[in-house]
């Protein structure tokens, strides 16, 4: 599902964040991104989803080459992924309801489907009736399974999040785990940085471990 | 998507601007009330033009004619052709004007005036100012008449005078063509507010674009609401312009009319009309539209998430 080949990524600033970097994810596997701050776990998942580019090497989503997605066909590839971010990136002055709709009405579902489908996905992560009020009148765990349930409403074959657990208490971390184990159960690839290093015991799945950007030996 | 979808999508986004917009009462006022100040000017000049045009349509006809006597022609000749004329029933009005009077008012304005007095004789010819009446003065009456004149006796020449009609005529044109520029400026300035307002939207809704743009949307999705917007500010404004102009004929009425009637006149003021009304709308709308997608297209390619 994903592949990394001898991927590097030297920032603007002159940075290197990720030297000669090789793995895989097949499809179907659950996979977390450990390594100390500065590793390089974000810029993985950054170029997954096209939010950078590689400045060497070459990164597979399916089967596609990323670097022949052109600037104006990155939409539609986004499409196939679901992202969870740390910060939740919610339409703040919009009701849950839309938040979760969003990645519907860009792929042009009939309103009534539409409906369905956000209704299906915020009981997923347990948010029913939820749907009229705005983020910002949500707990942070709350904001955060709404984000969830944006990148799973439009059903994509792969997830990415970056540290979805970050600002949980370790209750709600776990059960968050969870709930990506059970997406990851029904076949969806799913790809996880994170620093709570107990909670992928406690999840069991494999454990890609980074350290200045490469692989970290075991 | 099938169409009724895409529709109601559109129609959405529309009522989502729409709502957006009217959440700002004070910015849209005047925003709008730029817009229609702007549109307003070029209208009101082009409805005073077309109604100038209109009300002049028939001047060709207004016009004087001039008789030249032979210069051996006398100062009683010339009046007793006046007379004769004056009691024609096609001709309103006859002015003399003798050699003698022309010469002292050459030698007054010319400068020649010790030049002048060296001629022994007087050069100029008796001239007679001819107005017919109206009913004489269409172009289709004028040449018989003035081919009747130049048959008098000791008349050397008749000219018809509508220099000056065709003078007012080419002002008039030049006032259209006026009007025009001043209305591609106006329209140039009105595309370039909206669009800046758009970018000034676009760059208060950054986050809302960034998160946009990460779960799939094109540039062409979030533009959208905001060539809604830009339509309906335009919208707004080539109402507020046509509220204006309105406004505006109302008040000239009153005063035109009342110089109609000095000049006896039964000349009224006609406002811009339903049809250039729709299209000062529809355009204005058009405007909005093209500003906003100018700056949307612009700004939002700019706006990557990170
Ligand atoms: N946009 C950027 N511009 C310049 N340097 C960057 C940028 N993003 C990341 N970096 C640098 O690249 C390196 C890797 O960053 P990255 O965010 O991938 O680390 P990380 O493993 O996610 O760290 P953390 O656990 O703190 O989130 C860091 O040294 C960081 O400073
Ligand atoms: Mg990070």
Redesign the pocket.
Known sequence: MIRFEQVH?R???G????AGLSFSVQAGEMAF?T????????????LIALI?RPSRGEVFVGDQNLARIGRRRIPLFRRQIGVVF?DHKLLQDRPVLDNVALPLIIAGVPRREIDKRVRAALDQVGLLGKERNLPQELSTGEQQRVGIARAVVAKPPLLIA??PTGNLDPQLALETMRLFKRFNDVGVTVVI?T?DVHLIEAVGARRIA?TD?QLALA | MNLGAYLERHAQTLVGSFGRIVKQPFATLMIISVIGIALALPLILQVLVQNARQATGNWTDAIDLTLYLNTAASEERARAIAAQLRSRGDIAAVQVITARQALNEFREHSGFGTALDALTDNPLPQVLVVTPTLAASRSDAAQPLQKQLAAIPDVAEVQLDTAWVRRFHAMLDTAHRLVALISGILVAGIVLIIGNTVRLDILNRRNEIEVMKLVGGSDGFARRPFLYSGFLYGLGGGGMALLLAALTTHLLTGSIRHVAELYGSDFGLTGAGWALGGEVLIGAGLLGWLGAWVAATWHIRAIEP?
Request: cysteine-free.
């Open positions: 990524k920032y603007a600033t940075r290197q964040a990720l991104l390594g100390p701050s500065g590793a390089g776990k974000s810029t993985i998942l950054k950078e740390q970056d540290e940085a620093h980074l950007g | 990170s």
